[in-house]
């Protein structure tokens, strides 16, 4: 299995960026599709952006295309989302997940992220 810890959240006003970073250990971080995943106070999970093993695939949301970027360094065992334009419906915790098959079966303990209007 992977172990999971994000950081980089906090607080932005909005139109600001953060750049969120996921650490993985465990077992090999290349073989699994890596996500964010989001849920803001009184909603359900939603997805973000997932990446490709190798990383040469990305999806996202409707709501954050054009304005985040999902990255992995799989040498570094490490995931990235670049957060640009933030608006402050993007307020959420937000998660790092891995799956390998179509489930997301690992996820971190989440990053607070507030954007202020």
């Known amino acids: 299995q992977v172990q999971l810890v994000e950081s980089g959240g906090g607080l932005v006003q909005a139109g600001g960026s953060l750049r969120l970073s996921c650490a993985a250990s465990g077992r090999t971080f290349s073989s699994y599709t890596m996500g964010w995943l989001r849920q803001a106070p009184g909603k359900e999970r939603e997805f973000v952006a997932r990446i490709t093993t190798s990383g040469t695939i990305t999806n996202y949301a409707d709501s954050v295309k054009g304005r985040f970027t999902i990255s992995r360094d799989n040498a570094k065992n490490m995931m990235y989302l670049q957060m640009n334009s933030l608006k402050p419906e993007d307020t959420a915790v937000y998660y790092c997940?891995?799956?390998?098959?179509?489930?997301?079966?690992?996820w971190g303990q989440g990053t607070q992220v507030t954007v202020s209007s």
């Open positions: 997940a891995a799956r390998e098959g179509y489930e997301w079966n690992y």
